[in-house]
């Protein structure tokens, strides 16, 4: 079963959980709502829990559940914070391998590839790889 089938069972199965079959607008709402747990069981399989049920994820659902995830938060707000804020820890890739792409207009398709993340896309303008340079090449 894909990640998404999974999820989607997963989504289900915790509506039925908080709806006791009963239309949803029939209950209570739950005095607590679901939380979700992940546990690492092998070296290459996390599973995630949400109200009792649990789903097994593999490297490559991960990294699907991750896109995903990536792409359903760049629509919410609020947005993503534009200054790092002080003491925050990232689980950084030494050196990434970078590849691009050529885009109309003179834009670049920017990637890094990070070792949790995957491929980091970043659109980018002319102007915007002259600062690039100029800062990269600060001493």
């Known amino acids: 079963m894909d990640i998404q089938s999974q999820l989607d069972e997963l989504a289900q199965r915790v509506s039925d959980l908080s709806s006791d079959g009963k239309p949803a607008d029939a209950s209570p709402p739950p005095s607590t709502?679901?939380?979700?747990?992940?546990?690492?069981?092998?070296?290459?399989?996390?599973?995630?829990?949400?109200?009792?049920?649990?789903?097994?994820?593999?490297?490559?659902?991960?990294?699907?559940?991750i896109?995903?995830?990536?792409?359903?938060?760049?629509?919410?707000?609020?947005?993503?914070?534009?200054?790092?804020?002080?003491?925050?820890?990232?689980?950084?890739?030494?050196d990434p391998i970078i590849a691009s792409q050529s885009g109309p207009?003179?834009?670049?398709?920017?990637?890094l590839r990070h070792t949790g993340f995957g491929w980091v896309p970043f659109t980018c303008s002319p102007q915007?790889?002259?600062?690039?340079?100029?800062i990269l090449s600060r001493k």
């Open 33 to 65: 709502p679901p939380t979700l747990e992940l546990a690492r069981p092998q070296q290459n399989v996390i599973t995630m829990t949400i109200g009792g049920q649990t789903i097994a994820l593999g490297p490559h659902d991960v990294s699907a559940l």
């Open 67 to 94: 896109d995903q995830l990536a792409q359903v938060r760049a629509t919410m707000t609020p947005e993503v914070p534009h200054q790092v804020a002080p003491g925050k820890t990232f689980a950084a890739t030494q």
């Open 105 to 111: 207009n003179g834009t670049k398709l920017m990637m």
């Open 128 to 134: 915007w790889l002259v600062e690039m340079l100029a």
